[in-house]
Structure formats: structure tokens, C-alpha cells
Nanobody, 120 residues
């Protein structure tokens, strides 16, 4: 059974940058499309970004396009989310998951997530 561990979240000022990491254990995700989701306080979890298994294609939510970059290192079974120009509305718990690239829906169970807090 796969376990997902997200890390890298912290308190950061608006305009700053963070890089989140997602490590999968229990199985390799080398053939899986993977992505990031987030859940802000009082809101539903939403799709953020997805990357194909080979890293050739990516897709982003409009709210993060041109600010966030998703990437992966299959040799390390790890995926990343580089977040630049952070805004207050990026404050959320960020989760990674295997993703259906076409409809952006999650496939596996959720990990604990990592908290990102953007302050003014």
C-alpha cells in the first residue's frame, strides 16, 4: 500500500517562494501521473497541478498558473511543487496524490499534507 508524505510547508511572506516535496513509499510511482491538491480553511480540497508519469506534460489550475511549477524525480520516487510569488490565498494544506490527468481527480488515499501559510 502506498504512503504519501508531503513536506516543505511553512510560514512565508507574500511574494515569497517555497518548494514542497512528496515522497511515495510502499510502491514506485514511476508509471503514475501525479499531482498536487490543496485545502484552505473552510473550503473544499481543490486541484492545483498534475504531471504525467514521464514528466512531459503538466497542467495547472488557473489560480496558480505561471507561479507554480510541478516536477518529479522518478529515481527518487519524489515529486515537487515550486511555488513562487505566493499570495495570501495560497494558504492551505497541500496534498499530493496519483491523479487522473483528464479529469484531475485523485486516485489514492490522502497523506497528512503539509501546511503552507502565507502572511502579509
Amino acid at each position: 500500500q502506498v504512503q504519501l508524505v508531503e513536506s516543505g510547508g511553512r510560514l512565508v511572506q507574500a511574494g515569497g517562494s517555497l518548494r514542497l516535496s512528496c515522497l511515495a513509499s510502499g510502491r514506485t510511482f514511476i508509471k503514475d501521473n501525479m499531482g498536487w491538491f490543496r485545502q484552505a480553511p473552510g473550503k473544499e480540497r481543490e486541484f492545483v497541478a498534475v504531471i504525467t508519469w514521464d514528466g512531459r506534460r503538466t497542467s495547472y489550475a488557473d489560480s496558480v498558473k505561471d507561479r507554480f511549477t510541478i516536477s518529479r524525480d522518478n529515481t527518487k520516487n519524489t515529486m515537487y511543487l515550486q511555488m513562487n510569488s505566493l499570495k495570501l490565498e495560497d494558504t492551505a494544506v497541500y496534498y499530493c496524490n496519483r491523479v487522473n490527468f483528464n479529469d484531475k481527480t485523485p486516485i489514492w488515499s490522502w497523506g497528512q499534507g503539509t501546511q503552507v501559510t502565507v502572511s502579509s
